[in-house]
């Protein structure tokens, strides 16, 4: 089995989470799970860009220090992780971690000895939302085309990041897979914008506009390390890259896969500046990055500058974490934005948790009460043939291969083929008319009656596991429900009550 490391990027703190970071962590959450399920190793990481300018920005329009808005917005990102059922290792905070200033230091020690960073007076459009520098070409008519903001005019002296000198070993790294990017279409959109020419990028500001917040510029008091240098470290400093440690080496120079999951806003960060940083610093690359679309509502981005981000710990309280993980895992596309709705989320969960898998458990678990006094009956030797044997025999394959792509539909829709199909064969088989017959002495219907019972059985059980990193919760209940305990199973017991719509904060 392999060694995997998979990180989150990690966001700004200048207000509370939304649903749609909940989405990236719900699906690097599947991700590790699903691959500690297989039995391979794994480290997966996530944490909070505290170094932010916009953060101290929104201190100061609150009227209180950033460390104390830093401190307080930080906490409710760590404090999803049980609301979402997330299963994180690491949580790297880069303002409070001191491995990670320790780190940042390190790696922009490494590029300078490189001779890879220099310093030059710039001036340049700024989107503060974005923290980035946009060519007057990339904005849509003269607005960021992710916030629709006008940008800053920025002139300064900053220090410089030799992006250019690396064009060539990026586009043989992307070209070539070494460095994989999913799906097909970002990996040809990174290409192509690596083809158009790669310019040199800025690596600080000065202290004065970033507030004197953030990591001084090592050797450089009037500079603070630009916060997007100052994150991409993260996922190294981590693991303890600024003191050379041995996790560092395992998770980051020994991994077999290293995985990082974000958004499409922020593909050239992740795809070519960090790749860059890398090698520059003489470090291992990741291996493979996978970028998700955005959630929206009514067609709009969702986003906390947007005004319209939705609390996922508000759906969760409201609708319960089933029905927000399921929603994501089953209904978010591979590519595509997906427009968010308590509708279809409400919908969603009855369709196929309640009426689908809890119908199929409920009814079961009760045949076999009322048929076979809760006693379970011995798995046929062969099982018989038919589309139900078939689907779940090819399931888990199935499920591995989507989930190698990314694709949590696809590889959901694997497993809900199963719950369907076994909610057909009840009907097909009728247990209750071969109880009838029973009764009279029919042998052959009593005999039918065990083998459908225990396949049944057998076929949850299959679902129940195959379930756990989707929900993992759920998956222990269902898991709870057709197991045995002192020769019988447990009476049935609802694992999906019904839920009523509510309109979400």
Not at 121 to 126: E, F, K, T, V
Not at 428 to 443: M, Q, R
């Amino acid at each position: 089995m392999s060694r995997r490391y998979i990180t989150t990027a990690i966001p700004y703190v200048n207000s509370k989470p939304h649903v749609g970071f909940a989405m990236e962590l719900v699906e690097a959450d599947v991700m590790a799970r699903h691959w500690r399920h297989r039995g391979h190793e794994v480290h997966f990481l996530t944490g909070t860009d505290d170094n932010s300018l916009k953060n101290a920005i929104a201190a100061e329009a609150e009227g209180i220090p950033t460390r104390e808005l830093v401190d307080r917005n930080a906490a409710t990102f760590h404090d999803l992780r049980d609301p979402l059922q997330i299963s994180f290792d690491d949580f790297i905070r880069t303002s409070a971690d001191p491995r990670h200033r320790e780190g940042v230091e390190r790696l922009w020690r490494a590029t300078e000895e490189t001779g890879d960073l220099y310093r030059k007076h710039y001036a340049g459009l700024y989107c503060v939302g974005c923290e980035q520098f946009y060519a007057e070409s990339e904005l849509a008519e003269g607005l960021c085309p992710e916030h629709l903001t006008p940008p800053q005019q920025v002139n300064e002296e900053n220090w410089f990041f030799k992006l250019s000198r690396y064009q060539d070993r990026l586009l043989a790294l992307v070209e070539s897979g070494e460095l994989r990017i999913e799906p097909p279409g970002r990996r040809n959109e990174v290409l192509s914008f690596i083809k158009g020419g790669l310019q040199d990028f800025s690596i600080s500001r000065s202290t004065e506009r970033a507030r004197g917040w953030g990591i001084e510029v090592p050797g450089d008091p009037g500079q603070v390390v630009y916060v997007w240098w100052d994150a991409l470290g993260n996922y190294i400093t981590a693991l303890g890259y600024g003191a050379d440690s041995d996790t560092y080496r395992h998770w980051w120079g020994g991994a077999d896969v290293r995985t990082h999951v974000i958004g499409k806003g922020i593909v050239r960060f992740h795809a070519v500046y960090w790749p860059a940083m890398l090698m520059s610093a003489g470090q291992p690359l990741p291996t493979t990055i996978f970028v998700h679309d955005y959630l929206t509502v009514e067609g709009r981005k969702l986003g906390k500058s947007l005004g319209n981000a939705i609390d996922p710990v508000a759906i969760v309280e409201q609708y319960g974490a089933d029905a927000l993980r399921w929603w994501l895992v089953r209904e978010v596309p591979r590519t595509g934005d997906a427009d968010f709705t308590v509708e279809r989320l409400v919908n969603r969960y009855h369709e196929d948790l309640a009426n689908g898998l809890g119908n199929l458990v409920n009814r079961t678990v009760s045949m076999i009460h009322k048929y076979r006094d809760g006693v379970e009956r011995a798995l046929p030797a062969d099982l018989p043939p038919g589309t139900l044997v078939d689907l779940l025999a090819t399931a888990p394959a199935t499920i591995d291969a989507a989930l190698d792509e990314f694709d949590f539909r696809r590889a959901t829709a694997a497993l809900w083929a199963v719950v369907d199909e076994a909610n057909r064969y009840v009907v097909e088989v009728s247990p209750w008319t071969l109880a009838k017959a029973e009764k009279t002495g029919d042998t052959e219907a009593a005999r039918k009656l065990d083998d459908a019972l225990a396949l049944l059985l057998h076929v949850l059980r299959v679902v129940a596991d195959e379930l756990t990193p989707f929900l993992p919760e759920a998956a222990k209940r269902v898991s709870t429900q057709v197991t045995t305990v002192d020769g019988r199973l447990p009476a049935p017991q609802p694992l999906f009550p019904r839920i009523e719509e509510q309109t979400a904060d």
